[in-house]
């Protein structure tokens, strides 16, 4: 099952947006010091930071540390607890390790409570945007953000945390709009991965592609520049492209060793490719360096392909006892494959009815349904997912499958080719299986369907000779 989680989305587009949210205004205290010869890990963080990119881990740990320490001895300074806030958000995410969200919001209630938002503290505002968003409440994050855009319609920092939360509710629009405007307002790499983003989202893939070898370009740093390169790989594996992907992936990971999104990018390159072996151990490294629940199911599909059943099953539930926030979609359609449908169903439903209408919801929800046995209601849901523009092989498969248990044999015949058009090595679980449904389909019948057949048009009688 190839997942196509939202979390993955944030790290893909450079998390150092959920930083610089509240570090424009930080500065290292350097005053009545002579600046040293070349930045120390504080000060590579916070310029990161203020570019909207990804700090490395090193860095981001010193800048952690510092403003602990500075805190202590100073703790009504609100920007701190603020800068505070943001980098244990973007650390958790780097991580996927939960544990650091409750700090963050501490952190950052803190600095509202020394300068409340009514007072205009816009950085505090931002860190609990970004930290709504790493934890999948997205309209929380919608509302955050957009407070700080009321009041500083400028303020290009807004724009990253709104796109993120604009895309969870599934309002494209408006994400689009978000989009637009970040680069009216800034210019840099952060701004080329996120028009990639908005091109992938819309289904535009030669864009997606061209504003990502701008991101690659534009990036400054190893850490940001092996995010575009992941972000690069991730494209061509979606075009179906594995070895082309597995170059990328390769490259950023000569740029950072233990980087988790390439790893698992690199990871599914070699399973398309055969080469189950290598796929197995950056399975390993993946998950070591990156505990996402995505990464579980997806390790666990290639295991159980593989007819390694127990050790799928054991990866499954990691996935379930994580505890990562903001996986309602993975883990609805972990239980609508692997578990129990009707739990998924009603999982997802609630996922729903909270505003989360993106097209991995709807995906989810419809092929929870589908699995449930309540197929006709399950098409909706896919209708919306593969309608929107995304070109997602997945959810091709799943609206194909449904369509086939619905007895709609050219449309069902239509998406299962689609899946395997867009990308042949989707999922090595499913891939197989949506070759196997075409098998049974066979080919389209000779004699057209009585809805599309026209009937001939009968004789006219010769005019009768006056």
Same mark, same amino acid.
């Given at each position: 099952m190839k997942t196509e989680n939202v979390s993955r989305t944030v790290l893909a587009c450079g998390v150092g947006a959920v930083l610089a949210a509240t570090a424009l205004l930080y500065v290292p205290e350097l005053v009545g010091r002579t600046p040293p010869p070349a930045p120390g890990p504080v000060e590579r963080a916070a310029d990161a930071a203020n570019a909207g990119a990804q700090a490395a881990l090193p860095d981001l740990a010193a800048l952690i540390a510092d403003r602990e320490k500075w805190l202590r001895a100073h703790p009504g300074d609100e920007a701190s607890w603020a800068v505070l806030g943001a980098a244990y958000t973007e650390r958790g995410l780097r991580r996927a390790d939960a544990?650091?969200?409750?700090?963050?919001?501490?952190?950052?209630?803190?600095?509202?409570?020394?300068?409340?938002?009514?007072?205009?503290?816009?950085?505090?505002?931002?860190?609990?945007?970004? /930290? %709504?968003?790493? @934890? =999948?409440?997205?309209?929380? !994050?919608?509302?955050?953000?957009?407070?700080?855009?009321?009041?500083?319609?400028?303020?290009?920092?807004?724009?990253?945390v709104l796109i993120d939360a604009y895309n969870g509710l599934g309002d494209y629009k408006a994400a689009q709009k978000a989009t637009e405007t970040l680069a009216e307002l800034h210019s840099g790499a952060v701004v080329s991965a996120r028009s990639a983003q908005a091109y992938r989202d819309r289904g535009w893939r030669e864009d997606a592609g061209a504003a990502a070898l701008d991101a690659v370009a534009l990036a400054r740093t190893p850490t940001e520049k092996a995010a575009a390169l992941s972000r690069?790989?991730? /494209? %061509?594996?979606? @075009? =179906?492209?594995?070895?082309? !992907?597995?170059?990328?992936?390769?490259?950023?990971?000569g740029l950072v060793r233990d980087h988790g999104p390439s790893l698992a990018g690199r990871a599914r390159a070699f399973a398309a490719l055969g080469r189950t072996a290598e796929a197995v151990r950056d399975w390993r490294a993946a998950?070591?360096?990156?505990?996402?629940?995505?990464?579980?199911?997806?390790?666990?599909?290639?295991?159980e392909a593989l007819?390694?059943?127990?050790?799928?099953?054991?990866?499954?539930?990691?996935?379930?006892?994580?505890?990562?926030?903001?996986?309602?979609?993975?883990?609805?359609l972990l239980e609508a494959e692997h578990g129990d449908p009707a739990e998924a169903v009603k999982r997802l439903r609630a996922e729903w009815a909270r505003g989360h209408r993106s097209v991995r919801v709807a995906d989810a929800l419809g092929w929870a349904l589908h699995r449930a046995g309540e197929s006709e209601e399950a098409l909706e849901y896919a209708k919306r997912a593969t309608d929107e523009g995304l070109r997602s092989a997945l959810f091709a498969y799943h609206r194909g499958e449904i369509e086939r248990a619905l007895g709609t044999s050219g449309p069902a015949r239509r998406h299962l080719a689609e899946a395997l058009r867009t990308n042949p090595h989707f999922s090595p679980l499913l891939a197989p299986r949506a070759k196997e449904a075409l098998a049974v389909l066979g080919d389209p019948p000779d004699v057209l369907p009585p809805d599309v057949r026209r009937e001939p048009a009968k004789p006219t009688k010769p005019a009768a000779v006056a």
């Amino acid at each position: 099952m190839k997942t196509e989680n939202v979390s993955r989305t944030v790290l893909a587009c450079g998390v150092g947006a959920v930083l610089a949210a509240t570090a424009l205004l930080y500065v290292p205290e350097l005053v009545g010091r002579t600046p040293p010869p070349a930045p120390g890990p504080v000060e590579r963080a916070a310029d990161a930071a203020n570019a909207g990119a990804q700090a490395a881990l090193p860095d981001l740990a010193a800048l952690i540390a510092d403003r602990e320490k500075w805190l202590r001895a100073h703790p009504g300074d609100e920007a701190s607890w603020a800068v505070l806030g943001a980098a244990y958000t973007e650390r958790g995410l780097r991580r996927a390790d939960a544990a650091d969200l409750p700090r963050a919001e501490s952190a950052l209630r803190r600095s509202l409570a020394v300068r409340p938002a009514g007072r205009g503290n816009l950085d505090a505002q931002l860190g609990m945007a970004a /930290l %709504a968003n790493a @934890r =999948g409440d997205w309209k929380s !994050a919608k509302e955050w953000g957009e407070q700080v855009r009321r009041a500083n319609p400028k303020r290009w920092s807004a724009y990253p945390v709104l796109i993120d939360a604009y895309n969870g509710l599934g309002d494209y629009k408006a994400a689009q709009k978000a989009t637009e405007t970040l680069a009216e307002l800034h210019s840099g790499a952060v701004v080329s991965a996120r028009s990639a983003q908005a091109y992938r989202d819309r289904g535009w893939r030669e864009d997606a592609g061209a504003a990502a070898l701008d991101a690659v370009a534009l990036a400054r740093t190893p850490t940001e520049k092996a995010a575009a390169l992941s972000r690069l790989g991730d /494209l %061509a594996w979606e @075009r =179906g492209e594995p070895a082309e !992907a597995l170059a990328q992936y390769g490259t950023a990971l000569g740029l950072v060793r233990d980087h988790g999104p390439s790893l698992a990018g690199r990871a599914r390159a070699f399973a398309a490719l055969g080469r189950t072996a290598e796929a197995v151990r950056d399975w390993r490294a993946a998950l070591e360096r990156l505990p996402l629940p995505e990464y579980f199911v997806e390790a666990g599909e290639l295991y159980e392909a593989l007819d390694r059943d127990a050790e799928a099953q054991a990866l499954y539930e990691r996935a379930r006892t994580g505890g990562w926030p903001g996986a309602e979609a993975v883990l609805g359609l972990l239980e609508a494959e692997h578990g129990d449908p009707a739990e998924a169903v009603k999982r997802l439903r609630a996922e729903w009815a909270r505003g989360h209408r993106s097209v991995r919801v709807a995906d989810a929800l419809g092929w929870a349904l589908h699995r449930a046995g309540e197929s006709e209601e399950a098409l909706e849901y896919a209708k919306r997912a593969t309608d929107e523009g995304l070109r997602s092989a997945l959810f091709a498969y799943h609206r194909g499958e449904i369509e086939r248990a619905l007895g709609t044999s050219g449309p069902a015949r239509r998406h299962l080719a689609e899946a395997l058009r867009t990308n042949p090595h989707f999922s090595p679980l499913l891939a197989p299986r949506a070759k196997e449904a075409l098998a049974v389909l066979g080919d389209p019948p000779d004699v057209l369907p009585p809805d599309v057949r026209r009937e001939p048009a009968k004789p006219t009688k010769p005019a009768a000779v006056a």
